[in-house]
């Protein structure tokens, strides 16, 4: 069984930065890509970042570029994946989802129907 564990999200002004967190816990020897998606009220979940197994490889929505970055943490038992966001601004606000995508392939993935597990979300907010 794997868990994931977002935390980091709250209240905001425009222009503020934010960091999120992901925890992922369980079936942390398999391997996996890691993403984030979002959900604002009334809209569809949409694609955020995404980071492939090693880190090397990421993806970005192209609403996101140069203001957010996505980065992780494989250490043995826990794997932790971050989203710095920068510049934020109310379009942003949404509840945000990690997601793992357990597979042997290097490239991040941006459809959320290519992903296995996911969190609770996380709650962002920019007020303007």
């Known amino acids: 069984q794997v868990q994931l564990m977002e935390s980091g999200g709250g209240l905001v002004q425009a222009g503020d930065s934010l960091t999120l967190s992901c925890v992922v816990s369980?079936?942390?020897?398999?391997?996996?890509?890691l993403g984030w998606f979002r959900q604002a009220p009334g809209k569809e979940r949409e694609f955020v970042a995404a980071?492939?197994?090693?880190?090397?490889?990421?993806?970005?929505a192209d609403s996101v570029k140069g203001r957010f970055s996505i980065s992780r943490d494989n250490a043995q038992r826990k794997i932790t994946v971050s989203l710095q966001m920068s510049t934020l601004e109310p379009e942003d606000t949404a509840v945000y989802y990690c997601a793992a995508d357990r597979t042997w392939l290097n490239t991040p993935r941006t459809d959320s129907s290519l992903y296995d597990y996911w969190g609770q979300g996380t709650q962002v907010t920019v007020s303007s």
């Open positions: 980071i492939s197994r090693t880190g090397t490889n990421t993806a970005y």
């Open positions: 369980g079936r942390t020897f398999d391997s996996y890509i």
